[in-house]
Nanobody, 123 residues
């Protein structure tokens, strides 16, 4: 069993940057693919970024070139670095772990989820 805890969310102005973190416990995530998803009220949870066990990277078109996912296996932690933030990026951001090495882009492919962290971008 893996527990995931996100942190680092908050309020930022448009054009600003933010880094959110996902700390895992219960077992190592070094052989798991990890992903970030986001959700706003009334909408489905959507894929943002993912990283495989070997650090292959995947991004949604809406964040490509602005967001960067990374992992630190020694700290059992995954990060999402967000630059050039836009009001449309406002959402609750969720970290997810997949019990496979290869990343997926669908929320149904992930087995463990964190509780989410709110990111609000003001215009």
């Amino acid at each position: 069993q893996v527990q995931l805890v996100e942190s680092g969310g908050g309020l930022v102005q448009a054009g600003g940057s933010l880094r959110i973190s996902c700390a895992a416990s219960g077992r190592t995530i070094s052989d798991y693919a990890m992903g970030w998803f986001r959700q706003t009220t009334g909408k489905e949870r959507e894929f943002v970024a993912a990283i495989s066990w070997s650090s292959s990277l995947y991004y949604a078109d809406s964040v490509k070139g602005r967001f960067s996912i990374s992992r630190d296996n020694a700290k059992n932690t995954v990060y999402l670095h967000m630059n050039s933030l836009e009001p449309e990026d406002t959402a609750v951001y969720y970290c997810a772990a997949r019990r496979l090495r290869w990343a997926g882009v669908s929320r149904n492919e992930y087995d463990y989820w964190g509780q989410g962290t709110q990111v609000t971008v003001s215009s």
